[in-house]
């Protein structure tokens, strides 16, 4: 799993920060968290193709989040992209999906498909699960999790020594099929370890602090939560409905997760060291994102 941070300012670009925009490559795919102005020059200089992203998901309709979407639909038309594009977003995307559509002059021949959300599971497949669940901020807001489904160790020795042959049986026997060996039954518990769990991910868009999003952070992996004000100007956070960096941490103690990354910076600050000196006062594994900043995990 690789994250990689498009933008990470707020509602204002700066020179060194874009608008919001996150790519998530992980199970064979490239997902994108978010679609401020800009995003698809930072797909450009990050070596992302716009054509390999084939759902985008957007926490709330402010234009620092989405007014790069049209300009990224109608780049894939260009490109002559076929396959459909899904995106999942809170209500209201498929009147912005209208929107697009009669944005200037152009010509797409692929499915653009709305989903609008609700709280709880959005997609499951073998590989993951993704979720969703609503938090405070002046708009309607969705903050996401990407949970990895982790399979259990597979014995090999073990399955040898029960008579299964090295192959395509391990393969069987791994994905959660029993198997005849002989006059035997052999059962997948009996060749495969504990219970193991896969990374968690955690991206808040645009809120202020909230109960919602620790339960919903609980033992992530790795929480990105925005960050647009220092402390001091917590009252300006709070009546903007914004986190400062404190805030933040303090969600990442309390959900016990074990790495926090800061985003939604505000232009206001040039001195970042001072947000993340904030937060590492409250809980020491903090960073503070900067563009084209690769994780993997």
């Known amino acids: 799993m690789e994250l990689i941070f498009l933008g990470t300012s707020s509602a204002v670009p700066s020179k060194h920060r874009n608008h919001a925009s996150i790519a998530l490559k992980a199970f064979g795919e490239v997902m994108m968290f978010d679609c401020g102005e800009g995003t698809q020059r930072q797909l450009a200089n990050a070596k992302i193709s716009p054509m390999k992203i084939d759902k985008v998901f957007l ?34 995307i498929s009147r912005l999906n209208e929107i697009i559509s009669q944005f200037g002059y152009f010509t797409i021949n692929f499915p653009i498909e709305i989903h609008e959300l609700v709280e709880g599971k959005i997609l499951e497949s073998d590989d993951y699960i993704i979720e969703c669940v609503k938090t405070k901020h002046n708009v309607y807001n969705l903050s996401y999790s990407v949970y990895e489904k982790k399979k259990p160790r597979f014995l090999k020795e073990k399955a040898i020594e029960l008579g299964v042959k090295p192959g395509p049986d391990f393969g069987k026997l791994h994905d959660g099929f029993e198997l005849k060996v002989g006059e035997k039954i052999i059962s997948p518990e009996q ?69 926090l990354i800061l985003t939604h910076i505000s232009t206001r600050y040039t001195n970042i060291d001072d947000l993340k000196k904030e937060a590492i006062e409250v809980f020491e594994n903090s960073k503070v994102a900067y563009d084209f900043m690769n994780l993997k995990l």
Do not use: W
């Open 59 to 92: 926490s709330h309709l402010h234009g620092d989040h989405i007014l790069g979407l049209p300009g990224l639909i109608q780049s894939m038309g260009f490109r002559g992209r076929v396959e459909p594009l899904h995106i999942y977003g809170p209500k209201g």
């Open 191 to 259: 060749v495969l370890g504990k219970k193991r769990h896969g990374h968690k991910i955690v991206y808040s868009g645009d809120t202020k602090p909230c109960k919602a999003m620790i339960e919903f952070a609980k033992e992530a992996t790795v929480l990105i939560h925005e960050s647009t004000y220092k402390t001091e100007d917590e009252i300006k956070a709070t009546n903007n409905f914004h986190s400062t960096s404190k805030q933040a941490a303090k969600i990442a103690k309390e959900a016990n997760v074990k790495k």
